[in-house]
């Protein structure tokens, strides 16, 4: 689990909780919006790299429309939030929020090569106390889904009812 580390610098793992942090509605939480990444480059080209290429090109095409949707979807969260991207929270983790929902997803690793065959990925989303390092996990998506703001904030407010 330390997909953590690049996001957040903690020289240590992450304590790992399930739920949703008590104080959830008196803090500020971080939504994170994708961010586009740069293509990779082969020196031959095969049905692999073309797979992984479609992937990455894919990715940075759905970014304005699925970021946009994240905008829009964020009003239905009932707590305070900001939206940001993974290489630019660390200003507002500086001033004072606590809470970041944060996944693996949002390093890009998955699009840098080919998933194994007929295995479709699955990305844990956690709400992280960065100032505890404390990662509470809260649902989970499929990589066909992490690009659906809708549903994300959808299931991190059933998960806070579920918490009620």
């Given amino acids: 689990m330390l997909f953590f580390l690049p996001l957040v610098g903690f020289t240590q793992e992450p304590e790992f909780k399930k739920g949703i942090p008590e104080d959830l509605d008196k803090e500020k939480i971080i939504f994170l919006k994708h961010e586009p990444i740069k293509l990779s480059e082969f020196e031959e080209e095969t049905k692999s790299t073309e797979y992984i290429l479609q992937r990455q090109k894919s990715h940075n095409r759905i970014l304005s429309q699925s970021n946009g949707k994240l905008e829009i979807a964020a009003m239905d969260y009932p707590f305070e939030y900001a939206i940001t991207t993974p290489s630019t929270y660390f200003s507002l983790a500086e001033a004072g929020y606590k ?63 579920a918490a009620e």
Avoid: T
Avoid at 108 to 125: G, N, R, S, T
């Fill in 99 to 161: 809470y970041v929902l944060q996944s693996s997803v949002y390093q890009y690793e998955h699009l840098m090569a080919q998933p194994p065959e007929d295995e479709l990925l699955v990305f844990k989303y956690f709400i992280f106390d960065m100032q505890n390092n404390i990662a509470y996990e809260v649902f989970r998506l499929d990589e066909m889904k992490v690009y659906d703001f809708k549903l994300v904030i959808k299931k991190l407010n059933k998960a806070i009812k």
